[in-house]
């Protein structure tokens, strides 16, 4: 493979066009699209109209004329053909944490009996802390083990589609089948699934299911998360996050709650509508896009850049299963001095991130990703590798955020 | 009082160049700063440059390089001096409603022997509906009564200090004092009160409060909220939407929470970065403004439109409490057809708002409102009052959010 090998495979590619509508760094190759999707093109102009025109000159007619009340609603059901979501059975809503918490006490309280939440040790941080906090509160037990040993002490199975770490994909199907056997539920963390790879929740026969809003469905930094609720847990829906907008009639302001329809009981608060709007206008960028394609080009992706590493840095080695089947759309490789290597990669225009303890994280966002990044990508890698440029004190020193 | 002695008013009132602040509406006056606040002239450039280079351009390396990780610190002590709290008391993050239920658990934590959570049947909604919803999960009981009828069962005392229906304010330091003398904790809702009126937490010994970014702290719709905690309670805090950017140290991605220090307990998940940028460059429009100053103007507006309004329509009733002390930034008035007198207004460019069951809400925004600005809407009060203007079918139907 050489990198004219690349730019021709981008010539053929069915998804190139969708470069288009991002606007992206120059003189970088960003492969950090799992941490913080690149900006839709259409973003900048829909957040100036939002602050000039809706806030500024609409004011507060804007939650009628145009609709704020019901963007939550509006821009769930845009997200919800992504995850194979009923309609109307996508909120989008606070964030990934809050959601949980939310959907943990719903799925508790219709498994009243058992006091179980079983997840994995190797979740996500906040999955766990949350499940932690809802046990302190309900005095219920959090079991952070192999989620496929669920039994009829199980209320509820909560785990990350795609691991963050490795890029580990779990077999939602089965894994709820097996769950729903032992009578337990299921809650399905999407945060590195959503716009990266097909899911059908429906089909799957989910439960409940949260995931974010600024990784693979490019929503800006922050951007508020969804919640999903299948069809047949809907009704009469009680959350402990009981705010105003999640009344059957907020402007009614009656000082006793009554739930509102289907999802709308999981709102709290007034939404942060500047944040929901970048959202919505970025899931634009996924109009018309088949997500079979987009997999199909992440895995093109995925065996370019893993061929390339293995050729030029073959020490370096990859966490993330090879079979495309049981993988989200990332790449990690393990080095020992992993966040000296991936300053050192950022250094020379390569972006991704560090997880710890050693992992260097490459996020395939086949929507603006060309082929030819990816090759350039694996060239400075296996250079960086190869010359030990990671080497240097400065790329050792730990930034806040890493 | 004539429109030209309105107009005299303004030139010599100290606060007038903090109008050019401000984009206002043409053609409306805006008495609705209290459920939407105004544009501030920053927030535009700042919301494109936030979204073109901090976003856009520089991306992941925006959590260190523009220091979005401690914007919640930095814009919550931007707003403590507004609200008479210690720097680094104070952590903007998720919505009211979603701090209220940090809060009422902390507090219920801190008083683990008293079950009750004392509140006023009057309170807003949210306030009334998270205490259910956290009393529900904590098997404790909300008392929905007089907040001064504490006793040795009282956890907490949940007050709004200006009620968003009548105006009426409570004086936050005897009841402050009260609840201490029996043993009970508090927790304000400040809503209504955060650069509306002065407010000095510390020096009324308050335990805890909450409030809104988006009424008359100008950040945009839905923007986030806040939360503040008394210094001699941040140690250990701890609080059940124990999220990842609360732990002491979120970069660890440890299994195992630990909370971080004083108020960064508090924050759950990722912020709505662009949200919580337009409210930290909304609070700009309050530098070098003197709270008092607000204050006196807002008295002063609200004694002008009392007067013209017992001149021109003696009927409505005046429930904002005319003691200045006793009162937030706005006037309430009681009509029977209040749904239609409101629409009648809006229809000729007094922006205003409905509250059940039969008041017409207009708030007092001393930054950007003119004595003239008042001086006209209870011009057109009076005569949309006077000829019965209001008594249209059109004006009778109700929009979705009234």
């Not at 102009?45 to 809706?54: D, W």
């Not at 944040?275 to 960028?285: G, K, R, T």
Request: with cysteine.
């Amino acid at each position: 493979m050489t990198l004219a090998d690349a730019a021709l495979l981008d010539r053929n590619d069915p998804l190139a066009p969708c470069r288009e509508r991002f606007s992206l760094p120059e003189n970088a190759l960003y492969l950090d699209g799992n941490s913080l999707g690149a900006l839709p093109r259409a973003v900048p102009a829909r957040m100036a109209q939002m602050v000039a025109e809706e806030w500024g000159r609409d004011l507060i007619t804007s939650w009628n004329v145009h609709d704020w009340i019901d963007l939550p609603r509006r821009t769930g059901d845009k997200l919800a053909p992504l995850i194979g979501a009923e309609p109307g059975s996508v909120i989008v809503a606070d964030s990934t944490s809050v959601n949980l918490f939310k959907l943990l006490a719903v799925a508790l309280e219709k498994r009243p009996e058992r006091r179980v939440i079983l997840t994995e040790r190797g979740n996500f941080p906040t999955d766990l802390y949350i499940a932690e906090g809802v046990a302190r509160f309900t005095s219920c037990d959090v079991v952070a083990g192999d989620p496929n040993q669920v039994d009829e002490r199980t209320a509820v199975v909560l785990v990350t589609e795609v691991n963050y770490r490795t890029g580990a994909r779990h077999d939602m199907a089965a894994l709820t089948r097996r769950a729903h056997a032992a009578g337990a539920l299921t809650l399905w963390d999407l945060c590195h699934s959503a716009g990266a790879v097909p899911v059908d929740l429906a089909a799957a026969g989910a439960d409940f299911a949260v995931g974010c809003g600024y990784k693979f469905l490019n929503g800006g930094p922050g951007a508020p998360a969804f919640a999903y609720v299948a069809p047949r847990h809907q009704d009469g829906l009680r959350q402990p996050l009981q705010g105003w907008l999640g009344h059957a009639a907020p402007f009614e302001f009656s000082p006793d709650y009554r739930p509102g329809k289907g999802v709308d009981a999981l709102r709290a608060g007034t939404p942060p509508i500047l944040s929901m709007a970048a959202l919505d206008a970025a899931l634009d960028a996924f109009a018309g896009v088949d997500m079979a394609a987009v997999k199909r080009k992440a895995d093109a992706l995925f065996d370019l850049f893993a061929d390339e590493i293995g050729r030029r840095a073959p020490e370096l080695e990859i966490l993330t299963p090879r079979d495309a089947a049981q993988r989200g759309s990332q790449i990690s490789l393990r080095h020992p001095e992993a966040y000296a290597v991936m300053q050192a990669l950022i250094a020379r225009g390569v972006i991704g991130d560090f997880r710890q303890p050693d992992i260097i994280r490459l996020g395939l966002t086949p929507l603006y990703l060309r082929y030819q990044d990816v090759y350039r990508a694996a060239e400075v890698l296996g250079d960086v590798i190869a010359t030990r440029a990671w080497d240097r004190p400065e790329f050792k020193r730990r930034a806040k955020v890493v």
